[in-house]
């Protein structure tokens, strides 16, 4: 009985601390919405952030973000209706452009587009995209949850690209052959999949005429 009972509070510990650390809060941040015509709107956005995080939940805005017009009404604006928003917090610029739910189907079921993360500009795209995934529970021990960030590539206005890990080397060759030098490092192990950043960046500085 005790060790029932001992189990049971396990449990009980383990649920509540999950809802705790995932209790989000939101603040108004002023930003801009770009819509479908290339309007520019000035909006304050209702941002939500993980709880005592200083950083936006952007998992959470991948396919609707709340926000409120110059009368003070509240919207909910969805990834398809928008092919930007962006804002500034903590003297940091966030861009998340809106792309079609092609690869993320099972993801966002229910979302024709999607807002990602924009990590750098460029002919070249980097683009961050945040997914959660749940685990069943066995017995007394409760399932859990965890997030995996996953990273996307699009050159000009071609499809996008999530780079494989065994496929790698192939995937770039293919994606990006009009760039012989930084298709030559990666075949050359001189630049791996952990270097996407430099990856992009050089692409851009060498591959954009």
Do not use: W
């Amino acid at each position: 009985m005790r060790k029932r009972n001992h189990a049971l509070l396990k449990m009980l510990f383990v649920i509540t601390a999950s809802l705790f650390f995932t209790i989000a809060q939101a603040k108004n941040i002023p930003g801009q919405i770009i819509d479908n015509e290339g309007k520019v709107t000035n909006v304050t956005f209702k941002i939500p952030f993980g709880f005592l995080s200083s950083v936006p939940d952007f998992l959470r805005m991948q396919t609707r973000v709340a926000y409120y017009d110059d009368a003070n009404q509240k919207h909910v604006l969805h990834a398809d209706k928008a092919q930007e928003i962006k804002f500034v917090h903590a003297n940091k610029s966030y861009r998340m452009l809106s792309r079609y739910n092609e690869d993320f189907s099972t993801l966002f079921p229910t979302s024709k587009n999607i807002f990602m993360l924009l990590e750098i500009d460029g002919k070249l795209k980097l683009f961050h995209l945040f997914s959660k995934y749940s685990t069943a529970g066995t017995g007394t021990t409760p399932g859990y949850t965890y997030s995996k960030d996953q990273f996307y590539l699009q050159r000009s206005d071609s499809r996008l690209l999530r780079p494989r890990d065994i496929a790698f080397r192939k995937d770039m060759t293919t994606y990006l052959d009009d760039c012989p030098e930084v298709v030559k490092l990666v075949q050359e192990r001189e630049l791996r999949k952990a270097e996407l950043v430099a990856i992009v960046n050089l692409y851009n500085q060498k591959c954009t005429d």
